[in-house]
C-alpha cells in the first residue's frame, strides 16, 4: 500500500507542537479553519474545506507529548480507511544528530538548540493515484504551515497553503 511520511524538525518544545495537533484552535490555524476537534480517545474531528466538503477524523490514539493517530471516516473516497498519525520527538541538536544523522540539513537552519521531531504518516492508501500524489504534496504544504504556526504564531491553513 502507498504511504505518505515526511520528518519535520519544528524549532519549539513538544507541549506547543501537541497543542497545534489536538486543540481546535491549533488546527484551525495550520489546517483549516473552522476545523471542530477536541483531544479525546474515540472523538472524532470535523475538518471543513469549502462549502459542502470536509474530512472526518476519529481520534484513535492519544499519547500526551508523544502520538496522535486519525482513522479517516469521511471524506474523498480514497482517504477513508486511511490512517494519519503525528509522533513526536522533543530533542536538542546534539541528540538529534546523533540519533537521526539525515536530519543534519533541518538541524543546522535550526535557530533553537531544542525543538522537536515531528514524524508523519498518512498511511493505508489504496493505490498510487493523482489524488494520493497531490495530497502527498498538499500534506508537505500544511506540514510547513504547521512548523510555521509553532515558530511564529502564524500558519498558512487551506486556502492559502499553495500561496507563496
Request: hydrophobic share 35%; net charge neutral.
Given at each position: 500500500?502507498?504511504n505518505?511520511?515526511?520528518?519535520?524538525?519544528?524549532?519549539?518544545?513538544?507541549?506547543?507542537?501537541?497543542?497545534?495537533?489536538?486543540?481546535?484552535?491549533?488546527?484551525?490555524?495550520?489546517?483549516?479553519?473552522?476545523?471542530?476537534?477536541?483531544?479525546?480517545?474515540?472523538?472524532?474531528?470535523?475538518f471543513p474545506?469549502g462549502a459542502?466538503?470536509?474530512?472526518?477524523?476519529?481520534?484513535?490514539?492519544?499519547?500526551?507529548?508523544?502520538?496522535?493517530?486519525?482513522?479517516?471516516?469521511?471524506?474523498?473516497?480514497?482517504?477513508?480507511?486511511?490512517n494519519i498519525?503525528?509522533?513526536?520527538?522533543?530533542?536538542?541538536?546534539?541528540?538529534?544528530?546523533?540519533?537521526?544523522?539525515?536530519?543534519?540539513?533541518?538541524?543546522?537552519?535550526?535557530?533553537?538548540?531544542?525543538?522537536?521531531?515531528?514524524?508523519?504518516h498518512?498511511?493505508?492508501?489504496?493505490?498510487?493515484?493523482?489524488?494520493?500524489?497531490?495530497?502527498?504534496?498538499?500534506?508537505?504544504?500544511?506540514?510547513?504551515?504547521?512548523?510555521?504556526?509553532?515558530?511564529?504564531?502564524?500558519?498558512?491553513?487551506?486556502p492559502?497553503q499553495?500561496?507563496?
Amino acid at each position: 500500500m502507498p504511504n505518505i511520511h515526511y520528518a519535520l524538525l519544528i524549532g519549539v518544545p513538544v507541549e506547543k507542537v501537541y497543542s497545534a495537533i489536538t486543540t481546535q484552535e491549533g488546527l484551525s490555524a495550520w489546517w483549516t479553519p473552522d476545523t471542530n476537534a477536541k483531544a479525546a480517545l474515540n472523538s472524532f474531528a470535523h475538518f471543513p474545506f469549502g462549502a459542502g466538503y470536509f474530512k472526518e477524523m476519529k481520534i484513535t490514539a492519544l499519547k500526551p507529548l508523544e502520538l496522535v493517530n486519525w482513522n479517516c471516516t469521511k471524506g474523498a473516497g480514497e482517504w477513508i480507511g486511511t490512517n494519519i498519525s503525528f509522533k513526536l520527538l522533543p530533542a536538542d541538536k546534539e541528540t538529534l544528530l546523533n540519533s537521526y544523522p539525515e536530519m543534519q540539513g533541518q538541524v543546522e537552519q535550526q535557530k533553537n538548540d531544542k525543538g522537536t521531531l515531528l514524524i508523519f504518516h498518512h498511511d493505508d492508501w489504496k493505490e498510487y493515484t493523482l489524488m494520493f500524489a497531490e495530497c502527498s504534496y498538499t500534506w508537505g504544504q500544511f506540514l510547513k504551515s504547521l512548523k510555521l504556526f509553532c515558530e511564529t504564531g502564524k500558519g498558512r491553513p487551506w486556502p492559502d497553503q499553495h500561496r507563496t
